[in-house]
Every structure is written in structure tokens, then in C-alpha cells.
């Protein structure tokens, strides 16, 4: 059974970093990796893209968090990261990892939450001005 377990947020100030983790069992009967992604959402909001890697490792950003934010993966261990480095306020959120086995041939519907089949349950991260 298909499962997404995030772990790593946490309460920081503006300009901190947080390393965020997702522990993926995932099944992929010919051995390749998923298209992977991080979303975000802050109360009253929808599901908004942050970061998607690709299974050949293409990696996208949102607008909002390039320069500052990276996602990265360790197929070995299952593990999908999010390293968030100077961080705003407005990037409270819950943070969710999601999961599909292919990328869309469009790039921004990687960031639209409608294509993930596999999603965690969630981690808040909080950043105080």
C-alpha cells in the first residue's frame, strides 16, 4: 500500500532554515523512480506547488521559493526532502509531499495538486517575524 509519511516541521524566526522529510512506500513494479512534489497550504488556502523533482531528477520551483528553497530525493532509502534555507513569514503553511508515478508532459500541472494520486498527511511549519 502506497503511503507518504512527512516529518521535520517545526517553529522557527524568519531567516531560518528547516530540513523537511517525506518516507515514501511507493510500488513501481518496473523499479523507477515517482514524480515527486512538495506542496504547501496556509489556513484558507488551497494546495499551492512548491517544488516537484522528476524521476530522472528535474527538479521545478515556485516562483516564491527559488533561490531559497531545495528538493532533493535519496532513491535507496525511499526519502523525498525539502531544504528550506532563509525563511519567511509567509511561508507558514502545512507542508505536504505528494506522489505520482509519471510528471505531466506540461510542467505547471506538476504543480497542480489534481495530478498527485499519493499524498502525506502533513507537517506544519511556522516562521515568526
Known amino acids: 500500500q502506497e503511503r507518504l509519511a512527512e516529518t521535520g516541521g517545526d517553529s522557527v524566526q524568519a531567516g531560518g532554515a528547516l530540513r523537511l522529510s517525506c518516507a515514501a512506500s511507493?510500488?513501481?513494479?518496473?523499479?523507477?523512480?515517482?514524480?515527486m512534489a512538495w506542496f504547501r497550504q496556509a489556513p484558507g488556502t488551497e494546495h499551492r506547488g512548491v517544488a516537484v523533482?522528476?524521476?530522472?531528477?528535474?527538479?521545478t520551483y515556485a516562483d516564491s521559493v527559488k533561490g531559497r528553497f531545495i528538493i532533493s530525493r535519496d532513491s535507496a532509502n525511499k526519502s523525498l526532502f525539502l531544504q528550506m534555507n532563509n525563511l519567511l513569514p509567509e511561508d507558514t503553511a502545512m507542508y505536504y509531499c505528494?506522489?505520482?508515478?509519471?510528471?505531466?508532459?506540461?510542467?505547471?500541472?506538476?504543480?497542480?495538486?489534481?495530478?498527485?494520486?499519493?499524498w502525506g498527511q502533513g507537517t506544519q511549519v511556522t516562521v515568526s517575524s
Open positions: 505528494a506522489a505520482e508515478p509519471v510528471c505531466p508532459a506540461l510542467v505547471d500541472l506538476s504543480f497542480d495538486e489534481k495530478w498527485y494520486n499519493f
Open positions: 511507493l510500488y513501481s513494479p518496473t523499479g523507477r523512480d515517482y514524480c
Open positions: 523533482i522528476d524521476p530522472d531528477g528535474k527538479t
